[in-house]
């Protein structure tokens, strides 16, 4: 049997945290690493590059500080994210961010009008 590195255990740890995003709202990578004991925003993209494909991990409601979709270095990733969010009734300004006000989830279920 394998044993389980310590950064499998944060990242596992950082997903089951995305996991929890709901339709329609977002996070900031900021808000994931204090919620996730050992991470850091840049450990929280560094774990969302290494998420496997199919994992099921909302890996799209994750943005960075402005609300904006931080590029990728290869492949459409982040036209992919975005449509994603779209398709989930999250709309960008013409800046490119979305309302962070509006969409970002306080990580507290709450009725939406």
Same mark, same amino acid.
């Given at each position: ?19 929890? %995003? !709901?339709?329609? #709202? /977002? +996070? ?5 690493? @204090? ?8 450990? =929280? ?8 494909e199919r994992?099921? %991990? !909302?890996?799209? #409601? /994750? +943005? ?5 979709? @931080? ?8 036209? =992919? ?24 989830? @306080? ?7």
């Amino acid at each position: 049997m394998a044993k389980t590195s310590k950064k499998d255990s944060l990242y596992r740890r950082i997903y089951s945290a995305v996991a929890r %995003v !709901p339709r329609g #709202r /977002v +996070v900031t990578y900021g808000q994931i690493a @204090s919620g996730v004991t050992g991470a850091t925003p840049r450990v =929280v993209g560094y774990a969302m590059a290494a998420l496997p494909e199919r994992s099921g %991990v !909302p890996w799209h #409601r /994750v +943005v960075n500080h402005r609300g904006g979709i @931080s590029p990728r270095g290869a492949g459409d990733s982040d036209r =992919v994210q975005r449509a994603l969010l779209e398709k989930e009734g999250i709309r960008f300004r013409d800046n490119g961010c979305l309302d962070l006000e509006r969409y970002r989830w @306080s990580g507290r279920s709450r009725k939406r009008n």
